[in-house]
């Protein structure tokens, strides 16, 4: 817990000027309210001595100036510490989009699923806090503590230490109470709500299916129990909550009975002077403004860390190789090579590929194909060094591929993966993504040649229409077209395509093949498809199945052998699409 | 003033408990008023009496006891302004989700389910402040003012007078800087949300980023989001806590204005100290409910600004809500007539569907055909009473479709989809779902029937496996086979299969074409047909364009003087 925080501290450390200038601006808030107290007190015991006013004039100021600074500087200090906090959301953001960024994409697929993501961006949001709620109310309540202590010292210091008593139980007693109370509470309420989460959005997209078999009823049912559940359990917490919200105030006036007793024996026996016991006793009242947050900020403290906790934990996931790349450039066409590739994610399971020799000279047109599941995608993946490979070799331009830097071989390819992945942005931007910079010309051309144009032209809003949720709006064809529009997009000697025509309806199907027909002249194209279509005049189609390659040929020798590929064809051509 | 109609409207249930919130908070307030009281007897006594302590104990005594029930009343009032919230929580989430099911899985699969998932849930917790302090705050910021002021009034007219000139002046301040504050809140809720489905979106896709070689890029368009966020959330707070300021300073300077001229009337012995220091002690009790009242005046905004997402979807309209309560249905003979039926999606400009006839006879083999967007799909849907025609009429042996209740009809539907969506449960549950009361018996063979069986015994966990995001995820092939199982447990009279994709393994397409084969017999069959041999199995073939019946007959006959089907199967393959 301990470690956790301060690696915590550590990374929120560029803003520790803000942060003390904030606490800062807290104490002397903190600080007015008490003098407001404390002078109108001493107004109101002076004047009951009927002295001349001129002895009143100055706390006739003071009272004003606490008065007026406890609102200016209270303004100051929310502004800039919610400042600070949002700063600090900024900066946890980039440093951990900065963390994750340079993960191994092997790690990174690992948590491609939503919700992990959800989780991890909630617990960033969750370190928002950490000034406001956390850092901050310590640190004003002990600068207050401490001076406070002093000051009633030098008058009695058995009533100082009896308000840091009170002080104390307020601001750790309290607390620790709150923790014990609610142990376990914060962690079944975090349970309860994600499993709310799944039911509903079970519920939500699978509607459909619960309907037709009625058990709607029963499934929301369900639903509306967790949701009781967890209204109970967060009524519990507040209960608790307000517990300790009126233990604090009893604490405040037992604090004030102490005071009280200790020094209504020394007005009467003169050792204070009875002007000043007024004055401290209703004091009290204002010095315990310093300590109420507290609990929340405990509270706050345990949550946070724990998302700390989870962010190091991803954070920690292995990075990319640090050492630096054997050869830094790549000539614009080069030869990639596959030797004897054999790979598997898990040890424990089978050979994903086996032995797999691959040659994608300079303009050669290669095509994989096989039923799903036959480790098609995982060559690209390698071939993109997404994945280290165990046996074999992939040598780019004669030298292997783990001597380059992979951002550097990127750049040489274009690239359909198989899960495209449209941003919620607008259609241009998306299209836009491989390459910013190109002219609208280029970009409308492409989207002709691609089938988009009319559809586009269509829409209300054209290329600025906002592609919905994982590209809703556009159906899985439209979307595939917008994916390959921005792969073509990018212009690379290498052409690596996956499914480049899943989705797609026949006519369509047949205008991107011949759209990449033409964009691949010139190229090296690696294309992966379970269609059986449009490879009649590769120079080579390798027919993968369970990792191993068990054909391989042109079209018309494949054809000629009756094997593999031949069944596959005869499946493909009972089907119509519609 | 920030008080929502229709979140009003939900208070008239839970009355008792918000007026025993106010109750017990004017309790509370007696209690302060009597602390003061004793107090500012005991300062008194010593300050000017010169009482020693043992003639003061009781009065200290007095005040302990007045400060322990202090505490119990204010707690008291904090846990029934929390049942309040609780219940209007829980209520307005089972209406939410009610409201849901009756829009139906047309309405949930053309919004973004993240988006209303997310306003069930953590939007509705979003009111918690809202019920749980603005509301009952608002209600406690006249009382206990006015409380005090009566204990006021007879001791210092001067004072009271103060205390009432001042105190409307909070309010009427929160009124002027609370509205402008309010509509800017409602953007920074739905900024918030678009910025959090940014950054979500970035994460999710950055493979994608990587392959474009654009991932570094984006941390500086993340800062950028992020820092935009920063400055325009600071625009509204300022404006929030100018007015708390505003606030404060009314209050701060009104306890000064009081302490001078209470201060100054002493000097003059125009008054007694215990009173003034009675008034005094009171002065920040009487400004703090009004100031409390302006910070959780801002934790209500953000409950309005989510009751607006709230009560969107609950106002929605439906389409389906004529009472539909006829059982008795001739089980044996189910002559399915559609007459022409029209139907458009919300707003969508053209017809899914225009004047569709359709005689479909009893234990007949149906497949639909068509270009993507015919109505296909609509068809179906409307078969599965998702929605209703908007004219035209459906009947099920001569009954109309909207008469029949839903559960009943769909009791005797089995329904495969082309996207199958498996639920959060273990394969057991999943393919129960079908017939929760199956024995475990039944689910082994429905699932070998499906040829899935042996697949989900090689599992680790067998049908213990949990699905989605926390368990495995199944590919398409094997997601369609559950489906299978689940329509073979099911076996209903009528097969509504919308055909899945052609599976390229040679091994499986064979498993899953025979599993079709076999859950086709003795039924009725209606099939949104993709595979040339299903389609020449079908007794009689329905081909559809841009929502119009255009051809019908069987495969022989389409083929001799048909137009589109025969482009269909000629340009198939390829």
Redesign the interface.
Request: net charge positive; no cysteine.
């Given at each position: 817990m301990i470690p956790t925080l301060f690696r915590l501290v550590k990374v929120a450390s560029a803003f520790k000027w803000w942060m003390v200038l904030a606490s800062i601006l807290g104490f002397l808030t903190i600080g007015s309210s008490i003098g407001?107290?404390m002078?109108?007190?001493y107004?109101?015991?002076?004047?009951?001595l009927?002295?001349s006013?001129a002895e009143?004039q100055m706390?006739?100021v003071g009272?004003?100036f606490?008065?007026?600074m406890?609102?200016?500087l209270?303004?100051f200090e929310?502004?800039i510490s919610?400042?600070v906090t949002?700063?600090l959301?900024?900066h946890f953001?980039?440093w951990f989009?900065?963390s994750?960024?340079p993960l191994k994409?092997a790690e990174?697929?690992k948590f491609?699923?939503?919700?992990?993501?959800?989780r991890?961006?909630n617990d960033?949001?969750n370190l928002e806090n950490v000034y406001l709620r956390i850092i901050a109310p310590p640190l004003v309540a002990v600068m207050i503590s401490i001076s406070t202590f002093i000051l009633y010292g030098l008058f009695s210091w058995y009533a100082a230490f009896v308000l840091i008593i009170g002080l104390l139980f307020a601001g750790i007693g309290i607390p620790l109470l709150s923790a014990k109370l609610r142990k376990g509470l914060g962690e079944k309420l975090v349970l309860l709500?994600s499993e709310?989460?799944?039911?509903?959005?079970?519920?939500?997209?699978?509607?459909?299916?619960?309907?037709?078999?009625?058990?709607?009823d029963?499934h929301?049912s369900h639903?509306?129990a967790i949701?009781?559940q967890y209204?109970?359990i967060?009524?519990k917490n507040?209960?608790i909550e307000?517990?300790l919200?009126?233990?604090s105030?009893?604490t405040l006036?037992?604090t004030?009975?102490g005071t009280?007793?200790i020094l209504?024996?020394r007005?009467?026996s003169g050792a204070l002077d009875?002007?000043y016991?007024?004055v401290l006793?209703?004091g009290v009242?204002a010095v315990f403004e310093a300590v109420l947050p507290i609990p929340e900020a405990i509270q706050n403290l345990e949550k946070s860390l724990k998302s700390a906790d989870r962010l190091f934990e991803v954070i920690a996931l292995q990075k990319q190789e640090k050492q630096p790349p054997a050869y830094n450039f790549l000539r614009e066409k080069f030869d990639i090579r596959v030797e004897g590739l054999s790979f598997c994610y898990d040890k424990n399971q089978g050979m994903v590929l086996d032995d797999i020799d691959l040659d994608l000279s300079m303009g050669r047109k290669v095509a994989i194909v096989?039923?799903?599941?036959?480790g098609k995608s995982t060559i690209v993946n390698l071939l993109?060094d997404f994945w280290p490979y165990d046996q074999g070799k992939i040598y780019y331009d004669n030298k292997e591929l783990t001597e380059y830097n992979r951002?550097l071989i990127?750049?040489k390819l274009s690239?359909l993966?198989q899960?495209?992945?449209l941003?919620?942005?607008t259609l241009r931007d998306n299209l836009l993504?491989?390459r910013p910079t190109t002219q609208d010309s280029v970009l409308n051309d492409m989207v002709n040649k691609i089938g988009l144009g009319l559809k586009i032209n269509n829409l209300p809003d054209g290329l600025e229409s906002w592609v919905?949720?994982m590209g809703?709006r556009f159906?899985g064809?439209e979307r595939q077209q917008i994916a390959l529009a921005?792969t073509f997009l990018?212009d690379a000697p290498i052409l690596i395509l996956d499914e480049p025509t899943a989705n797609l309806?026949?006519?369509t199907?047949?205008e991107i093949l011949q759209v990449i027909r033409t964009l691949s002249e010139r190229k090296t194209l690696l294309m992966i498809t379970?269609r059986?279509?449009g490879l009649t005049d590769m120079d080579e189609i390798v027919v993968l199945v369970e990792g191993r390659i068990i054909e391989r040929g042109s079209h018309r020798k494949l054809m000629a052998k009756k094997g593999?590929y031949y069944?596959?064809?005869q499946?493909?051509?009972?089907?119509?699409?519609? | 003033m920030n008080l929502d109609k229709n979140l009003l409207a939900l208070l008239k249930t839970t009355k008792i408990p918000f007026l025993l919130t106010i109750l017990f908070a004017l309790f509370a307030t007696v209690m302060i008023i009597l602390?003061a009281d004793t107090?500012s007897y005991?300062?008194n006594d010593?300050?000017?009496a010169?009482k020693?302590?043992h003639q003061?104990s009781s009065l200290?005594i007095y005040?302990?006891i007045y400060?322990?029930l202090?505490?119990?009343f204010?707690?008291l009032e904090?846990?029934q302004a929390?049942?309040t919230a609780?219940y209007i929580?829980?209520e307005l989430?089972?209406q939410l989700?009610?409201k849901?099911?009756r829009l139906?899985?047309v309405f949930?699969?053309s919004e973004?389910?993240?988006?209303?998932?997310n306003t069930?849930?953590a939007g509705i917790?979003s009111l918690?402040a809202y019920f749980?302090q603005y509301l009952p705050q608002l209600l406690i910021s006249v009382l206990v003012p006015l409380t005090i002021l009566v204990f006021v009034f007879p001791i210092d007219l001067l004072s009271g007078i103060v205390f009432l000139i001042t105190a409307p002046l909070i309010p009427l301040f929160m009124f002027l800087i609370g509205n402008s504050a309010d509509k800017l809140s409602k953007k920074q809720w739905k900024k918030m949300s678009r910025m959090?489905?940014?950054?979500?979106?970035?994460?999710?896709?950055?493979?994608?980023?990587?392959?474009?070689?654009?991932?570094?890029d984006?941390?500086h368009k993340?800062?950028e989001v992020?820092?935009d966020?920063?400055r325009s959330?600071?625009k509204v707070?300022?404006i929030a806590?100018?007015s708390?300021?505003?606030l404060?300073?009314v209050a701060?300077?009104s306890?000064?204005i009081?302490?001078?001229e209470?201060?100054?009337r002493?000097?003059y012995?125009k008054m007694i100290?215990r009173e003034?220091?009675f008034i005094?002690?009171l002065a920040?009790e009487f400004y703090q409910t009004l100031r409390l009242l302006g910070t959780r005046f801002h934790a209500g905004m953000e409950g309005t600004a989510a009751a607006e997402r709230i009560f969107k979807l609950l106002h929605l309209s439906e389409t389906n809500e004529e009472s539909a309560m006829l059982r008795q249905e001739k089980v044996s003979s189910k002559l399915i007539i559609f007459r022409n039926v029209t139907y458009t999606y919300p707003g969508a400009i053209h017809r899914a569907l225009d004047r569709v006839n359709i005689v479909i006879e009893p234990d007949k083999k149906i497949a639909f055909?068509?270009?993507?967007g015919?109505g296909?799909s609509t068809l179906t849907y409307l078969l599965?009473?998702?929605m209703v025609p908007d004219s035209g009429e459906i009947l099920i042996s001569d009954f109309p479709l909207n008469s029949i209740e839903?559960?009943f009809w769909?009791?005797q539907?089995?329904?495969v989809?082309q996207d199958?969506?498996l639920?959060?449960?273990t394969v057991m549950d999943n393919i129960k779902?079908?017939?929760?009361l199956a024995t475990d018996e039944q689910v082994y063979i429905a699932a070998q029937k499906a040829h899935i069986h042996d697949y989900i015994t090689s599992l680790n966990n067998g049908y213990d496996t949990l699905l989605?995001?926390?368990g495995i995820r199944f590919?398409?092939?094997e997601a369609q086979r559950i489906t299978l199982a689940?329509a073979f447990l099911?076996d209903a009279a009528i097969l509504i299969l919308d055909e899945p994709?052609?599976?390229?393994?040679?091994e499986?397409?064979q498993k899953i074409t025979e599993a079709i084969d076999e859950l086709s017999r003795n039924r009725m069959v209606i099939t949104?047909?993709?595979?040339?041999?299903t389609v020449k199995k079908a007794d009689i073939i329905i081909a559809l364009s841009e929502g119009k019946v255009v051809e019908t007959g069987s495969h022989q006959s389409l083929m001799e003087k048909g137009t589109i089907y025969r482009k269909?199967?000629e340009?198939?393959?390829?």
């Open positions: 407001l107290v002078t109108a007190t107004i109101v015991a002076k004047a009951a009927h002295p006013i009143l706390s006739i009272v004003r606490f008065g007026i406890r609102g200016v209270r303004y929310r502004v919610h400042d949002f700063r959301l900024t953001r980039t989009y900065k994750i960024e994409p990174m697929m491609r699923s939503g919700d992990l993501f959800t991890l961006l960033v949001q709500r709310m989460n799944i039911v509903a959005i079970d519920g939500i997209q699978g509607l459909a299916d619960l309907l037709v078999f009625n058990q709607a029963d929301f639903l509306k949701s009781k209204v109970n967060q009524r507040m209960l307000s517990l919200g009126a233990l105030v009893l006036n037992l004030i009975v009280l007793l209504i024996p007005v009467s009875a002007v016991f007024s006793v209703l009242i096989g039923p799903s599941g036959s993109l951002d990127l750049t690239v993966p899960n495209i992945y941003f919620s942005t993504l491989t919905g949720e809703y159906s064809g921005r990018k309806d026949p006519i199907e047949m379970h059986l279509t593999y069944q596959m064809l499946i493909q051509e009972d089907v119509f699409i519609g | 602390q107090l005991v300062l010593v300050f000017l010169d020693k302590i003061v200290i005040f302990t400060s322990i202090r505490a119990i204010s707690w904090h846990s929390n049942k609780s929580k829980q989430r089972e989700v009610d849901i099911v139906g899985p949930t699969r973004e389910s993240g988006e209303i998932s069930l849930t917790d918690d749980s959090s489905a940014f950054f979500l979106d970035v994460f999710q896709g950055l493979l994608t980023l990587k392959i474009f070689g654009r991932s570094k984006y941390l993340i800062s992020s820092e966020f920063r959330t600071m707070l300022r806590f100018l708390a300021m505003v404060e300073l701060a300077l306890t000064a009081i302490a001078v209470i201060g100054l002493l000097l012995a100290f003034a220091i005094l002690i920040p055909v068509g270009p993507k015919a296909k599965l009473k998702f839903p559960e769909r009791a539907l089995s329904w989809s199958p969506f639920f959060h449960r779902i079908a017939r929760p989605g995001e926390r590919s398409g092939g689940r099911k994709t052609a599976n390229l393994d040679p499986i397409e949104i047909a993709h595979k040339l041999k269909m199967v340009a198939r393959g390829v």
